[in-house]
């Protein structure tokens, strides 16, 4: 899946694409961060720093490039809460890069 389709999944809450495991993630968010989310709208030109750090972390773990998931995590994440918003990343990712988004 690509950016473009990631972003969507991100904003449309409670759509066919946001697994168990992804939904989570999200609600597990504002914990980790200890502060609200800000996620557009679908279809919103813009995006905000909520999501671009998101995609950043996705797109590190599709990489496997740790250094820069462990950066992003370190900067934002609570302590205890990393290896679980990481793990529930990963598995996210595994269920979204089989996805078909033609519904969006």
């Known amino acids: 899946m690509d950016r473009e389709g990631l972003l969507n999944v991100i904003r449309c809450d409670g759509c066919p694409f946001q697994d168990e495991t992804f939904s989570l993630l999200l609600k597990l968010l504002p914990i980790a ?3 609200q989310v800000v996620f557009h709208r679908p279809g919103a030109e813009d995006t905000t720093f ?3 750090w998101l995609l950043s972390l996705l797109d590190s773990i599709r990489r496997k490039d ?3 998931v ?3 995590l ?7 809460l990393r290896s679980t918003v990481r793990g529930l990343a ?3 990712l ?3 890069d089989g996805a078909d988004l033609e519904l969006f």
């Open 74 to 80: 370190c900067s934002r994440v609570e302590p205890h």
């Open 33 to 35: 961060l200890r502060r």
């Open 50 to 52: 909520d999501e671009e």
């Open 94 to 96: 595994e269920g979204l």
């Open 66 to 68: 740790d250094n820069s």
């Open 90 to 92: 990963e598995r996210s």
């Open 70 to 72: 462990a950066f992003a």
